[in-house]
Nanobody, 119 residues
Framework: QVQLVESGGGLVQAGGSLRLSCAAS????????IGWFRQAPGKERKFVAT????????YYADSVEGRFTISRDNAKNTVYLQMNSLKPEDTAVYYC????????????WGQGTQVTVSS
């Protein structure tokens, strides 16, 4: 089992920045992926970004490429999502997730953190 706790969401104006954090505990493997999905009101949950536990690979959704950066601190077992140049369409609940089935999948979820971008 893996437990995930997100933090760092909030309200920001368009063009601003936020950094999300996800603290992981439990049993993980170097080949797992840990990353972020988001769900806007009335829409399905979608992949945002992920990084492999061994730090070897990162993947981003086209909609955030060049604006968001995912990173991890092995010592703290924490993954970060630095979000710059935020847009109103980035408004969503952001979920941390761990996958054992590939970079675009998710097997364990956090509780989510709200990000609201005002225009």
């Amino acid at each position: 089992q893996v437990q995930l706790v997100e933090s760092g969401g909030g309200l920001v104006q368009a063009g601003g920045s936020l950094r999300l954090s996800c603290a992981a505990s439990g049993r993980t493997f170097s080949t797992d992926y840990i990353g972020w999905f988001r769900q806007a009101p009335g829409k399905e949950r979608k992949f945002v970004a992920t990084i492999r536990y061994d730090g070897g690979s990162t993947y981003y959704a086209d909609s955030v490429e060049g604006r968001f950066t995912i990173s991890r601190d092995n010592a703290k077992n924490t993954v970060y999502l630095q979000m710059n140049s935020l847009k109103p369409e980035d408004t969503a609940v952001y979920y941390c997730a761990v996958s054992r089935r590939g970079w675009s999948q998710a097997d364990y979820w956090g509780q989510g953190t709200q990000v609201t971008v005002s225009s």
